[in-house]
């Protein structure tokens, strides 16, 4: 395969809206975006192989199907707002699969100083698929603010944050409240898959108000292990190593959990600075 990760298209202080054709469709070139407007469509649909990149600056998102649709999994989001969007699989979609990461190229998306506003789809604000054979990909997530999103899919899924088979997963300095899912999780599911391959770390993250739904509880301990457990903050499964630190905790409906990690060949720390019903 050729390197197409020079082939860089820039896009600046524009508007997009009310456009049946959707916003910005590319492939196989880097692009760059800000100071732009995404309003009433599909706004960024990037088939970034080859290495190509998307960086997305301060721009705004409201009532999109989807903001962002990525094929791989590179991409920087900085100073944005999402808000009032979705109907489709997730307001933000990374998907990776084998061909993503047989390039050997970086494999790295960073969500820093964003945030996410009453959205609704079926998997939550932001969705990202690794590649559980070969996992090469981080995702980090900084300094960003995830507020009133809704988890549509009658399945175990985060409102706010969904992840799946993702090799190290950075979560810190965020806010999450009033987050919930239709069944399940209220805020973040990240999810390693029986090879464990994900690393999570959780810094200074403060969970306020966030809900799973009642129909969710598990009626044993053993089903809540298999991922049939309520719980409102943080679910982490099969992961290979979880680090929690200086997290708040404060959960409207006292039912299930706030905390759920289940960690298995691997290392667990934990330190959450305060917990409390509300």
Same mark, same amino acid.
């Given at each position: 395969m050729d390197d197409l990760s020079g082939n860089l298209v820039q896009l600046q202080r524009s508007n997009f809206s009310n456009s049946p054709a959707g %916003?910005?469709?590319?492939?196989?070139?880097?692009?760059?975006?800000?100071?732009?407007?995404?309003?009433?469509?599909?706004?960024?649909?990037?088939?970034?192989?080859?290495?190509?990149?998307?960086?997305?600056?301060?721009?705004?998102?409201?009532?999109?199907?989807?903001?962002?649709?990525?094929?791989?999994?590179?991409?920087?989001?900085?100073?944005?707002?999402?808000?009032?969007?979705?109907?489709?699989y997730a307001v933000v979609v990374i998907y990776s699969d084998g061909a993503s990461v047989s390039d050997n190229t970086s494999q790295v998306v960073t969500i820093d100083t964003c945030q996410f506003l009453y959205n609704n789809a079926s998997q939550g604000a932001l969705y990202m698929?690794?590649?559980?054979?070969?996992?090469?990909?981080?995702?980090?997530?900084?300094?960003?603010?995830?507020?009133?999103?809704?988890?549509?899919?009658?399945?175990m899924l985060g409102g706010a944050v969904t992840v799946y088979a993702v090799e190290?997963?950075?979560?810190?300095?965020?806010?999450?409240?009033?987050?919930?899912?239709?069944? %399940?999780? %209220?805020?973040?599911?990240?999810?390693?898959?029986?090879?464990h391959v994900t690393s999570l770390t959780v810094l200074d993250i403060i969970f306020l108000g966030n809900n799973g739904a009642q129909e969710a509880l598990a009626p044993t301990e053993l089903a809540a292990l298999a991922d049939t457990g309520e719980c409102g903050g943080l679910y982490a499964s099969y992961c290979q190593c979880v680090a929690i630190s200086g997290c708040v905790l404060k959960i409207t409906l006292a039912l299930g959990c706030a905390f759920m990690v289940l960690v298995q060949m691997g290392h667990l720390a934990w330190q959450v600075a305060q917990t409390s019903s509300m």
């Open positions: %916003g910005i469709t590319i492939g196989n070139h880097s692009l760059f975006v800000q100071d732009t407007t995404f309003d009433t469509l599909a706004a960024i649909n990037h088939d970034n192989a080859d290495g190509a990149t998307l960086s997305v600056s301060s721009c705004s998102f409201n009532n999109v199907a989807s903001a962002i649709n990525l094929a791989q999994a590179r991409l920087s989001l900085t100073y944005s707002n999402i808000t009032n969007s979705g109907g489709g698929l690794g590649y559980d054979n070969n996992p090469q990909q981080t995702l980090n997530i900084y300094n960003s603010n995830f507020s009133q999103n809704y988890g549509l899919l009658y399945n190290v997963v950075n979560i810190e300095r965020c806010w999450f409240q009033a987050n919930r899912a239709r069944t %399940g999780l %209220g805020a973040v599911y990240v999810y390693g898959f029986e090879t």
